[in-house]
């Protein structure tokens, strides 16, 4: 049973028993993924990043206009997903579970709301600027205010939180304060604020939902959506194309000097090149640009019980369109893995010469092929008929 804040009782010290860590691969699947186990729905992270049918593409070009990071100069932005976290996560609604945001304007406001939670062993989500978690500072000054942990609990006497993060075994210790500070803070542009947030989820009273695999298939159809019918033109398959289209124009554009996110002058093109290698590779992608991921959901969705055997299991037919888009997609990721490495290859060994030492015609050539297997594999799930 819930309590009223003004019922709830205040302790120095309190730790949720039975809510396990995780380690993942990208921060926000991770996170939920800890938290549905821990009220009932264990899972893989993949297939809560296939159910919440977050994964997308956008492509955002700022070489003609103001960048949308002020403190840098950042001419390009790529990503593979079209969602974060938000009440109206579909993983949530599909497995029947309210997630419920909170924002705070202080941050002592936002952490004693937070103690209240866990005193009701209610684990939660928080977005947090990184660039505070002290685990993190030997990769330097580097803040992003998107990222999203798991908060266990609490030693008020020792002075520290205990928190579940993606890349990190167990929970890890941080000083209260930091964490207050990772919660509020106002590094970035206003959209990248974490505005002290905090998730926490409860199931559904009456303990509906639909059948797994019904659920799973509205997810899939969701990001076929963000892929053939996106909003805009910059996002899916219409994203992706500018994207290719882009790559022969980096000659011109990105040539001279920028400022790199700590406010360093590097060229532009060893900029765009680490950090298109971080967006589609390592910062809590899963690598080749959550490819990898999608991959493995679909993969697991070939053997799970309740898609084969459960209420409104799949047929015959429909596995037979997963087994024909597994290919495709790891096709995909393979070139997107490939563009990575390349880039990062050129900025390793040349530095600030490596606009002239890639050959870009090679790196449009894999976008080209990441076009034609992605174009073709979201039309053959969108024949997975709910």
Not at 1 to 7: D, P, T, V
Not at 255 to 270: L, N, T, W
Request: charged share 25%.
């Amino acid at each position: 049973m819930k309590l009223r804040k003004e019922e709830v009782k205040l302790t120095q010290r309190h730790i949720i028993n039975n809510f396990v860590h995780r380690i993942g691969h990208h921060c926000e699947s991770s996170s939920m993924r800890d938290l549905l186990e821990f009220h009932g729905f264990p899972m893989s992270e993949p297939m809560v990043f296939g159910l919440d049918a977050t994964m997308g593409f956008g492509f955002f070009d700022t070489t003609n206009s103001v960048s949308f990071i002020p403190e840098s100069d950042i001419p390009f932005f790529l990503g593979g997903k079209q969602g974060t976290i938000e009440p109206n996560s579909l993983a949530c609604r599909l497995l029947g579970i309210t997630l419920r945001k909170q924002s705070f304007t202080s941050a002592d406001k936002a952490w004693e709301e937070s103690k209240i939670m866990l005193i009701q062993n209610q684990p939660l989500i928080l977005k947090v600027d990184l660039g505070y978690l002290t685990y993190f500072e030997e990769e330097g000054d580097i803040h992003f205010g998107g990222h999203a942990i798991t908060l266990a609990g609490y030693d008020e006497e020792k002075g520290f939180a205990y928190i579940g993060d993606t890349d990190y075994e167990g929970f890890q210790e941080i000083s209260i304060e930091k964490l207050k500070e990772a919660r509020s803070s106002e590094y970035g542009p206003k959209f990248m604020h974490p505005n002290n947030a905090q998730f926490s989820m409860t199931k559904r009273p009456d303990g509906k939902r639909p059948p797994l695999a019904a659920g799973t298939k509205v997810a899939i159809q969701k990001v076929v959506n963000n892929m053939l019918r996106p909003s805009v033109n910059n996002n899916g398959i219409q994203g992706l194309k500018h994207f290719t289209n882009s790559i022969p124009l980096w000659k011109e554009k990105l040539v001279g000097e920028a400022k790199d996110p700590q406010g360093k002058s590097i060229s532009r093109a060893r900029l765009m090149f680490e950090l298109l290698h971080g967006y589609i590779e390592t910062w809590g992608t899963g690598g080749a640009s959550f490819r990898n991921l999608y991959t493995q959901f679909l993969e697991e969705l070939l053997s799970h019980p309740e898609i084969r055997k459960g209420p409104k299991a799949w047929s015959n037919e429909d596995f037979k369109i997963i087994e024909v888009s597994i290919p495709l997609i790891k096709d995909s990721a393979k070139y997107w893995t490939l563009i990575a490495e390349t880039l990062k290859k050129a900025a390793d060994e040349h530095k600030n010469d490596c606009l002239n030492n890639v050959d870009l015609s090679k790196l449009q050539e894999y976008a080209e092929l990441i076009l034609n297997r992605e174009e073709t594999l979201f039309k053959n799930l969108l024949k997975l008929r709910i």
